[in-house]
C-alpha cells in the first residue's frame, strides 16, 4: 500500500458522511480491469514466491508484471478522462 | 518443498485473463494437480467434455457474454456432478453469487484474491474429496 495519507480517516469519514457514491458502472469496469490485473499480479509472482520453496521470479515473468501495472495505469487515465466533469457550456 | 496436496487429482481453471490461466496452472502444478485451464466460456464447456475434474475454479463474469461461468457450472454439473466447483467474482453481486450456490457451487472467491486464500480454500476441498474417497472405499 501507498504511505498511508494523514488525513485519511477523516477523507473516508467525509464520504461516508455526505454519502458520495461511485456509480456501479464506474465500479463494473474497476472491477474488470483493475481487479483482473491485480489477480493475474498476484498469480504471476505467487507462483514463484508463495509455498515452501519460493524462488526467484525470472526476467520475462517481471515484464509481465510490468505490462499488468501499466494495464492498470493506463486504465486509471481512461477513467480519469471519462469521469471529468464537462466543461460548463456558455 | 510444496506440499503436493493435488496428487491424483485434477482441477480446471476458467479465466479470461490469459496470465492467470498460465501463472495459475503453474501454481497448482506445483501443488501436485493435473491442470487444465480455458480463457473462455465457450472453449471451457468443450474442455470439460474430455476431462473429469474433480475441482473447477470458475470465472463467474467473463468479457465474452455469449458463454458466462454460470453456464459452464451448469455444463460441469450435468456432465461431473462431483466435481467440487469454486465460482471467483469480482463483485460485490450476492444474486449471481446466490443463483451459482443453488446450482451447485461449493464456495465463492472474491477476485482479488491472494493465491494463499485460494490455496486454503482448495486444501479444505481436497480434504472433503480425499474423506470422501476413503469413505466410499
Known amino acids: ?90 | 518443498m510444496t506440499d503436493k496436496i493435488g496428487k491424483g487429482l485434477i482441477i480446471f481453471i476458467l479465466d479470461d485473463e490469459k496470465d492467470t490461466c498460465h501463472f495459475a496452472k503453474e501454481f497448482f502444478i506445483k501443488r501436485g494437480f493435473e491442470v487444465y485451464t480455458a480463457s473462455s466460456g465457450k472453449a471451457a464447456v468443450n474442455t470439460i467434455k474430455k476431462i473429469k475434474p474433480d475441482i473447477a475454479l470458475l470465472d463467474i463474469r467473463l468479457a465474452e457474454k455469449e458463454v458466462t461461468g454460470l453456464d459452464v457450472l451448469k455444463s460441469i454439473k450435468e456432465k461431473h456432478p462431483a466435481c467440487c466447483c469454486v465460482m471467483v467474482t469480482y463483485m460485490d453481486d450476492e444474486e449471481i453469487i446466490k443463483q451459482a450456490m443453488e446450482m451447485g457451487a461449493l464456495d465463492y472467491l472474491k477476485k482479488p484474491l491472494m493465491p494463499l486464500e485460494i490455496e486454503k480454500t482448495i486444501k479444505k476441498i481436497v480434504k472433503k474429496i480425499r474423506k470422501g474417497a476413503k469413505q466410499n472405499g
Open chain 1, 1 to 90: 500500500m501507498a504511505n498511508p495519507l494523514s488525513d485519511e480517516a477523516q477523507i473516508l469519514e467525509k464520504i461516508k458522511n455526505e454519502n458520495i457514491k461511485v456509480h456501479p458502472l464506474v465500479w463494473h469496469l474497476i472491477d474488470h480491469y483493475i481487479g483482473n490485473d491485480v489477480h493475474a499480479l498476484q498469480f504471476i509472482a505467487g507462483s514463484h514466491i508463495v509455498g515452501d520453496d519460493p524462488e526467484p521470479i525470472p526476467v520475462d515473468h517481471g515484464k509481465k508484471i510490468l505490462h499488468h501495472c501499466d494495464e492498470i495505469r493506463k486504465f486509471l487515465i481512461k477513467l480519469k478522462e471519462a469521469t471529468r466533469e464537462a466543461p460548463k457550456k456558455g
